[in-house]
C-alpha cells in the first residue's frame, strides 16, 4: 500500500509538470505567433434594423497558425488573459482594426464604425486610453468611429477602475458598448454610472426569442429603459428570420448575427461594402 501511494505521488507529479511543460509550451506559441504576425482579424458586419444599412463593423481575432488553420479565440484568449500576452495583443488589434477602418473610410466607405473587443486586463492597464489616442493619431481617425466592447461582467468586476478607465475613454470621444449584456448581475440603473453608448444584448437571449416568453419580455424592457436612458442597443447572434423580425418588433437599434452576415476576412468585406454602398 505504501509502495502504491508512492507510484501515485510520483504519478500526480508527473502529470503536473506535463501541465505545465504544456502551458509553456502553448505560451511560448503564442507570443511567437503574435510576433510573426500570424493573428488577423475577421470582420462582422453590424446593421440598422430600421433601413437595413450597414453601419459597422465588429474586429474579431483569429489565429492562422501554420499547418493547422484558423483556430478561434476560445481557444486561445483565455490563456492569452492569464499569462499577459493578452495585452500586447490587444494592442495589435487596436492597431489592425484601426488601419483598416482609416483604408475603407480612404476607399470612401465612411460612415462604418469599427467595433473592437477589449479585456479585462487591457482595461486595468492605466496606460490604456493614451495608448489608443496614439493609435487614433497614427491613424489620423476620429475618436468616435472606434467603439470598444466591454463586458458586463467585466464592469461588475472592478467598477472603480472600470468608472476611471471609462471616462478617460469617453473623454478622448470614443463610444463605449456593454458586451454580452444581461449575462451579469448589474440592473440597468448602474449603467449611469457609466458613459455608455450601446448595449450588445448576449445572444443567449437572442437565440430563444421565438420560443421564450420569458426572453421576449426581458429584452423588450431592457430595449425600453435603455432608449429612456438614452442608449442604443444591438443585438448580436442573430441566426433565423424570426429572431430579426422580433428585434425589429421590439425597436431594437442594431443587429448583427449569422442570418445578415458572418465574420469574414478583409478582403470579403471590401466586397461587401463596394456591393450594400455603390459609390
Ligand atoms: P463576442 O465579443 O461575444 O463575439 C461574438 C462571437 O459570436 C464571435 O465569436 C462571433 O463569431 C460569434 N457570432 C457571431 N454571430 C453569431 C451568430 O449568429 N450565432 C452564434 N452562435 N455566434 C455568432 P468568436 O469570433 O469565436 O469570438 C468569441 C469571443 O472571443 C468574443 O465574443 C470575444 O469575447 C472574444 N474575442 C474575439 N476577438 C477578440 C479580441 O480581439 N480581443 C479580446 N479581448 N477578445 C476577443
Ligand atoms: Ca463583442
Ligand atoms: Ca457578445
Ligand atoms: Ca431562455
Redesign the pocket.
Known amino acids: 500500500a505504501k509502495e502504491q501511494g508512492r507510484n501515485q505521488v510520483q504519478i500526480f507529479d508527473a502529470g503536473m509538470n506535463l501541465q505545465t511543460q504544456i502551458q509553456i509550451k502553448k505560451t511560448t506559441e503564442l507570443r511567437i505567433a503574435l510576433e510573426q504576425g500570424q493573428m488577423e482579424l475577421h470582420y462582422?458586419p453590424q446593421f440598422c434594423l430600421r433601413d437595413g444599412s450597414l453601419v459597422g463593423v465588429?474586429?474579431?481575432?483569429r489565429w492562422n497558425k501554420p499547418g493547422i488553420g484558423l483556430v478561434?479565440?476560445?481557444d486561445f484568449?483565455p490563456l492569452a488573459e492569464t499569462t499577459g500576452i493578452?495585452v500586447p495583443m490587444?494592442k495589435w488589434?487596436l492597431k489592425e482594426a484601426c488601419h483598416q477602418l482609416s483604408a475603407w473610410r480612404q476607399a470612401g466607405f465612411n460612415n462604418i464604425r469599427m467595433a473592437?473587443?477589449?479585456?479585462a486586463r487591457q482595461l486595468r492597464q492605466p496606460s490604456l486610453a493614451s495608448d489608443i489616442a496614439g493609435i487614433l493619431q497614427q491613424q489620423e481617425m476620429n475618436a468616435d468611429m472606434l467603439e470598444l466592447?466591454i463586458t458586463e461582467s467585466m464592469l461588475m468586476e472592478d467598477m472603480n477602475t472600470a468608472i476611471t478607465t471609462m471616462s478617460e475613454l469617453n473623454q478622448l470621444g470614443i463610444h463605449l458598448a456593454i458586451?454580452?449584456f444581461g449575462t451579469g448581475y448589474s440592473s440597468l440603473a448602474y449603467l449611469k454610472n457609466f458613459p455608455v453608448r450601446r448595449l450588445k444584448i448576449d445572444?443567449s437571449f437572442v437565440q430563444d426569442l421565438t420560443a421564450d416568453t420569458e426572453d421576449t419580455a426581458i429584452i423588450s424592457a431592457i430595449i425600453n429603459l435603455a432608449h429612456n436612458m438614452g442608449i442604443a442597443v444591438i443585438a448580436?447572434?442573430?441566426?433565423n428570420e424570426a429572431q430579426l423580425e422580433y428585434l425589429r418588433q421590439l425597436n431594437c437599434d442594431e443587429g448583427?448575427?449569422?442570418?445578415l452576415a458572418r465574420?469574414m476576412p478583409a478582403a470579403d468585406m471590401d466586397k461587401l461594402l463596394q456591393e450594400s454602398c455603390p459609390l
Open positions: 462582422q465588429e474586429a474579431l481575432v478561434y479565440p476560445g484568449i493578452i490587444g488589434v473592437v473587443n477589449l479585456s466592447e458586451d454580452d445572444k448580436e447572434g442573430i441566426e448583427q448575427g449569422y442570418f465574420p
